[in-house]
């Protein structure tokens, strides 16, 4: 079955970087687009960033500059390098992969940005 397994979440202070990353299985990686939403509490989920199978990239304008989504397809892996952290990026990220109508979700992973 498909999974998709979320590391790297963490608590930092504001101004520090974390990456994280995303381990896929079950599913032919190179032929997904990969994604990274995240659920701030009280909020709806949202759009980080996104790689498509050719490796376009696209982003919130929220993290745009900050944020770089990349991928390694002889891994399985798709990486979110986010910089400059900010208390309002707080929240859970998840991990995505998409192909067609067909969309997959991991289970999340903590991002706490404080002092």
């Known amino acids: 079955q498909v999974q998709l397994v979320e590391s790297g979440g963490d608590l930092v202070q504001p101004g520090g970087s974390l990456r994280l990353s995303c381990a896929a299985s079950g599913i032919t990686f190179s032929a997904y687009a990969m994604g990274w939403y995240r659920q701030a509490p009280g909020k709806q989920r949202e759009l980080v960033a996104r790689?498509?199978?050719?490796?376009?990239?696209n982003y919130a304008d929220s993290v745009k500059g900050r944020f770089t989504i990349s991928r390694d397809n002889a891994k399985s892996t798709v990486y979110l390098q986010m910089n400059s952290l900010k208390s309002e990026d707080t929240a859970v990220y998840y991990c995505t992969a998409t192909f067609q109508s067909s969309t997959y979700w991991g289970q999340g992973t903590q991002v706490t940005v404080s002092s």
């Open positions: 790689i498509s199978w050719g490796g376009n990239t």
